[in-house]
């Protein structure tokens, strides 16, 4: 398995999460659905009209629900690729998840109206299956392009697939795999983004690193729709891109935004640990580390920078 990319088996029962909003765009209509005021909110809930009216023109993005509150958008995803309703091109979009699960088994911590939690369906030929190593890299850039066109700039990637700004991390994507069907000829994917926007208090990030969101840069409210309609004009582009070739077209992208190039750094991979000086990725999105016995490749791991550096963690 690559990584970044998980397997789903689990399917949780049917969701009781109550849908805010959900639009087709061939049953396009606004304003017959109710949004539940949340006044305990200091944020601005998600303007569901404006994003779907933004979304009419993409070619990728299918559909858009929106849930107050859910345990996670890539879990609904599942369920609903399970229950025969997904989509090709269905976002799901939260403004809470409940139990937002990051990659390594870890939790994404996704207060209300926080952040931009949000998966897609994508379904994609099983016989490029060997070039999926380099999706959850590409979708990386494709939010790093998205942020910067909204006026975020500095930011960096983290292998295999985390957005850092100002040495911490912003956003972070998990990429998940159903169980193939055999007699299909497309394997489903779930592709789960997640983006601080706001202030909340990230210390509760299941992770090993300090978190950022862009108000903490800004110092001004963002306006998440925004976010979500740049990031979906990025992901039309970038995955009809890697659609035809591949992370190939992303390579040399990503030396300019890598974090860690040229840099010594540690990669942990199932209780080992290898240091060398990184060297970017391979035309395929493997890791690469200059080590004393050479050139070595990896598709799993953890990187991190020596102890005593200040990046990272
Ligand atoms: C990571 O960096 O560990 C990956 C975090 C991915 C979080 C997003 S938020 C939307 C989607 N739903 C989830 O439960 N997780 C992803």
Not at 194 to 223: F, K, M
């Amino acid at each position: 398995m690559f990584c970044g990319m998980h397997t789903v088996r689990l399917y949780a029962n049917k969701s009781r999460a109550k849908i805010l909003f959900s639009v087709d765009k061939s049953d396009y209509e606004i304003g017959k659905f109710q949004f539940p005021v949340d006044s305990s909110s200091l944020f601005d809930a998600l303007p569901a009209s404006r994003i779907t009216k933004g979304l009419l023109s993409n070619q990728v993005i299918s559909k858009a629900v929106i849930f107050d509150s859910i345990d996670s958008t890539n879990l609904e995803l599942a369920r609903r690729i399970k229950s025969g309703e997904g989509l090709q091109g269905e976002m799901i979009l939260a403004e809470h998840q409940i139990a937002g699960m990051g990659r390594r088994g870890r939790r994404w911590y996704s207060p209300s109206r926080s952040g931009v939690y949000c998966s897609i369906l994508w379904r994609f030929p099983k016989e490029r299956m060997c070039d999926l190593g380099g999706l959850s890299l590409t979708v990386a850039l494709s939010v790093i392009q998205s942020l910067d066109e909204s006026g975020f700039t500095g930011l960096q990637v983290k292998w295999p697939n985390d957005v850092y700004l100002k040495n911490k991390k912003l956003a972070g994507i998990l990429v998940e795999i159903l169980d193939a069907d055999m007699s299909d000829n497309a394997v489903s994917l779930i592709i789960g983004i997640g983006i601080n926007t706001a202030s909340s208090d990230l210390t509760h990030q299941d992770a090993p690193v300090q978190s950022i969101s862009l108000e903490d840069v800004s110092g001004a409210r963002v306006d998440r729709a925004n976010i979500i309609l740049s990031l979906s004009r990025s992901l039309e582009r970038d995955m009809r891109q890697f659609e035809m070739g591949g992370f190939g077209y992303f390579h040399e992208k990503w030396d300019s935004f890598d974090i860690f190039r040229n840099k010594k750094v540690t990669v942990e991979f199932g209780g080992k640990t290898v240091t060398g000086i990184a060297k970017g990725v391979t035309a395929s999105g493997e890791l690469m580390l200059s080590t004393n016995d050479g050139i070595k490749t990896f598709n799993c791991g953890e990187v991190s920078m020596r102890e005593g550096d200040d990046c990272c963690n």
